[in-house]
C-alpha cells in the first residue's frame, strides 16, 4: 500500500522560499513508475494544480507558476519535494502530493489519482 506524507514549516514569511517534502512508502513495482504531482488548497478556493515530475525526472508545471516552481525528486530518501520562490500571502493554502499512474497535467480532481497525501498546511505571513 502506497502512502504519501507531506512535511514542510507551517509558517513561511512573504518573499521567502518554501520548502515542501512528501515522503512515499510502500511504492515498489508498478508504483515505481508513477507521476508525482503537488495540488494546493488556498482557504475558501478551489485544488489548484501546481505541477508533476515523472519516474524519469521529467517536470511540468503551471504555466501560472513555472516561473517560481521547482519540483525535484530525492531517490535516496524516498521523497519529491517542492520549492516555491518568493511567496506572498496568496501562497497561503493546505499543500497536498499525490500520485497517478498516467500524467494527467492540471488534474486536480481526486478519482484521477491512485493516491493522496493527507496535506499540510502553509501559512505566508509576516
Avoid at 514549516?9 to 508498478?30: D, E, H, I, R
Wanted: with cysteine; hydrophobic share 35%.
Amino acid at each position: 500500500q502506497v502512502q504519501l506524507q507531506e512535511s514542510g514549516p507551517g509558517l513561511v514569511k512573504p518573499s521567502q522560499t518554501l520548502f515542501l517534502a512528501c515522503t512515499v512508502s510502500g511504492a515498489s513495482g508498478p508504483t515505481a513508475f508513477y507521476y508525482w504531482a503537488w495540488i494546493r488548497q488556498p482557504p475558501g478556493k478551489g485544488l489548484e494544480w501546481m505541477g508533476v515530475i515523472s519516474y524519469t525526472g521529467s517536470t511540468y508545471y503551471s504555466p501560472s507558476l513555472k516561473s517560481h516552481t521547482c519540483i525535484a525528486r530525492d531517490t535516496a530518501k524516498n521523497q519529491f519535494t517542492l520549492q516555491l520562490l518568493s511567496v506572498t500571502p496568496e501562497g497561503t493554502a493546505v499543500y497536498y502530493c499525490a500520485a497517478s499512474q498516467t500524467l494527467i497535467l492540471g488534474a486536480t480532481e481526486k478519482y484521477l489519482y491512485d493516491y493522496w497525501g493527507q496535506g499540510t498546511q502553509v501559512t505566508v505571513s509576516s
